[in-house]
């Protein structure tokens, strides 16, 4: 007997039965939904189509720039000193979608049509460009992406040091520049040196190498000389681009990495004028980035033009002469251990720069090199040649007057130091008025006029006792006539001189140096600095802003005229305020240096020079200092110095000239042959501009 009943499947017949209708409804809820869809599908195409087709369809528009040609400087006569030769070029403009993948495509097929033979590719440059050609990781990581990058140049440069082929450096330069360039700006790959067969095999293949394209460049170019370089200064490649340590500075500006800008003296510090305004183009893009239309907005504007105060012949005559009287020096065994020499000719009734010369020397070498900013950036202790404004400041401070100006010729004697004197003999003169002393260059006057200024106590061979304001005194004179202060000429990076300490290591005022300083002897000056404190008094009594550039303006289209915007107007900085009998015992004393007949005087050998000239001579002693070690030598030398104008009653030139470190054994008159050249030449050059040379 089963205790087991058999399934007839009866129980299972309701599920069964319901399967077909749910199956139904599902099918019907999938319809509902498809009709759904395809209404609002017909709705968005009746009402909504055209919207979404003009988006698809949508442009986009961007602009365009290109550089322009740099302003150019002429001289005061109308010479080009700098100007833009033109030169065909290679160029690339970056597109708006433009991937590194195909920059290093673009790179590497130009490379089997130009060379680049005169750079080399840096370890980043290789890295990066070795990176371009490798698939980037898709990995995740918690580093940033320059983090990355920078581990992956690390590990190719410390690493795998790639060894690259000739043409490869050549892809690598040209993947760096393509590379650096902004959106939508034109940059040149390579212009110098570009050859005929380079520019045709690039215009056969410019259809394989997107964004590359055959066009113009301009390079400065000197012809009138490169003496005159270094005032002028210098321009960066497209490849340099724009200066490091000032870039978000010019990026701000609107400029593009690969731009050139004016990296020194006048091409730095006349930048925004000499750039010109860039030629602007509108450029119209589709959704896929393609450009579709450019059009010119805005042609540009080349920049503005300069006009120096400097005549290039005379500058080059100035040069000559300075190098001609340096040569002498060394020839005659007195330079050997000179630093250079510098010579500066200026207006003293504007400012305006008429020469600026200046030669380095490398005593370990014997290399000689033009450095005309040297008399702007480079300052010696220049010796008596500022006796004048030592004169100038007992005067206005009615220490002496012009009626009762004699001073005992007593030479100075400090406990425990050398005698201080003059370098004539002790007890040639009993006494000495002002402009005998600034004849014979008498320190012992200048020293003696001190000690009453700054009411000093002093006892020969006993003790001397300085008031604390003794430096300043004498500094705030100097100053006066713009000796050891800036003069605000426009070129970038003039100094102020250097000072001398004031005090010794306990606080004590260094009474011996406050009479080194009254002859001299201790604080440097830069060469621009004496020749407007000459400018003063020549000039009656103005310290006047020296200048090099008289105008600004534009040049025509044609190159030959030049059409002025801007002169610029003669500034004055002080005023001295000495009465008119004070300064004539001053150019008294300055015209009997050059046209005295006491035998000490110390520029006798100028007396028949025409025109007639005012001057003061300068001895200073100086050690010679070795550039390579940065130490100073017991090597005792002298800087020989010379400053006037000319001529002596109606002021036309006032110069500066300074030989530094001169063997004083071997001392030659090289200041005053110097000093007679630059003006002989300029009145030759000048013939019937001036209607006296009294």
């Known amino acids: 007997m089963s205790y087991f009943r058999k399934n007839s499947g009866t129980g299972n017949s309701s599920q069964t039965a319901n399967t077909p209708l749910r199956m139904k409804i599902l099918v019907g809820v999938i319809l509902i939904l498809f009709a759904a869809l395809i209404g609002q599908l017909a709705y968005l195409q009746l009402f909504y189509g055209s919207r979404f087709s003009a988006e698809v369809n949508a442009t986009d528009e961007n602009t365009m720039t290109k550089s322009v040609p740099r302003g150019v400087m002429y001289d005061s006569q109308g010479r080009v000193l700098v100007g833009n030769k033109a ?11 433009t991937t590194s993948k195909e920059m290093y495509k673009v790179a590497n097929t130009l490379s089997n049509y130009i060379k680049i033979t005169d750079e080399k590719p840096t370890k980043r440059q290789i890295a990066d460009y070795y990176l371009a050609a490798l698939p980037k990781s898709q990995k995740k990581s918690s580093l940033s992406t320059s983090e990355i990058n920078d581990n992956e140049v690390a590990y190719v440069e410390n690493t795998l040091k790639p060894s690259l ?30 050859s005929d067969k380079e520019i045709a095999q690039v215009g056969e293949h410019l259809s394989s190498m997107p964004g590359v394209g055959i066009g113009t460049d301009w390079n400065r170019y000197y012809p009138n000389g490169s003496s005159i370089k270094s005032i002028i200064g210098s321009v960066s ?17 609107g400029y593009s990495r690969n731009d050139r800008v004016g990296i020194s003296y006048l091409e730095k510090e006349y930048e925004a004028l000499l750039k010109g305004t860039k030629a602007s183009y509108k450029v119209t893009s589709n959704s896929r980035n393609e450009i579709t239309k450019t059009k010119q907005v805005y042609k540009g504007q080349s920049g503005a033009s300069l006009k120096l105060t400097i005549d290039a012949k005379y500058q080059a005559a100035v040069t000559k002469a300075l190098k001609q009287q340096f040569n002498s020096a060394l020839r005659a065994g007195a330079a050997s251990l000179s630093s250079g020499a510098y010579a500066i000719a200026m207006n003293p009734n504007t400012g305006a720069i008429l020469a600026m010369s200046g030669i380095s020397h490398d005593p370990s070498t014997g290399k000689i090199t033009d450095n005309a ?20 400041g007992g005067l206005i401070n009615k220490v002496i007057t012009p009626t009762n100006n004699t001073l005992p010729d007593t030479a100075i004697y400090l406990p425990g130091t050398p ?18 002393a600034l004849e014979v260059s008498s320190n012992i006057y200048m020293m003696q006029l001190t000690l009453r200024w700054v009411k000093a106590s002093y006892v020969a ?6 008031p604390d304001t003794a430096f300043e005194t004498l500094r705030n004179n100097f100053a006066m006539f713009g000796l050891g202060q800036k003069t605000g000429i426009d070129l970038p990076g003039e100094s102020s001189g250097i000072q001398g300490a004031s005090t010794d290591s306990n606080g004590i005022i260094l009474s011996g140096s406050v009479l080194d300083e009254s002859y001299g002897n201790y604080d440097a000056y830069t060469p621009i600095q004496l020749v407007q404190y000459i400018s003063t008094i020549a000039n009656g009594g103005y310290r006047m802003q020296p200048y090099v550039v008289q105008s600004i303006g ?5 190159g030959k005229h030049f059409y002025t915007y801007y002169n610029k107007k003669p500034t004055v900085q002080f005023k001295i305020p000495w009465t008119a009998d004070e300064l004539a015992v001053i150019k008294q004393g300055l015209y009997q240096v050059v046209h005295g007949s006491n035998a000490w005087g110390t520029a006798h050998a100028l007396k028949n020079v025409k025109p007639s000239i005012s001057a003061k001579t300068g001895t200073a002693q100086t050690f010679y200092y070795n550039t390579k070690t940065k130490k100073s030598t017991d090597e005792e030398l002298i800087n020989e110095t010379m400053v006037g104008w000319a001529s002596s009653n109606h002021p036309q030139i006032a110069f500066a000239v300074v030989f530094v470190g001169i063997d004083p054994n071997k001392e030659g008159n090289y200041n005053k042959n110097m000093a007679k050249s630059m003006v002989t030449t300029y009145y030759n050059m000048y013939k019937g501009k001036f209607s006296s040379t009294n």
């Open 419 to 436: 005698v201080k004197k003059s370098l004539y003999p002790t007890g040639i003169f009993s006494s000495l008025t002002a402009a005998s």
């Open 237 to 253: 490649t497209t490849k340099t681009g724009l200066p490091r340590d000032n870039l978000q500075y010019y990026l701000v500006n």
């Open 373 to 392: 900013l040297g008399n702007i950036n480079q300052s010696f202790v220049m010796g008596s040649v500022v006796k004048g404004a030592q004169v100038a």
């Open 461 to 466: 061979k006993q003790y001397i006792h300085m």
């Open 554 to 558: 534009r040049t025509s289209s044609d």
């Open 165 to 194: 082929t000739s043409q490869e450096k050549t892809a690598a330069l040209l993947y760096n520049m393509m590379s650096g360039a902004t959106t939508l700006s034109t940059i040149n790959l390579k212009s110098s040196g570009l």
């Open 87 to 97: 030169e065909n070029a290679i160029t690339y403009m970056r597109s708006l979608s």
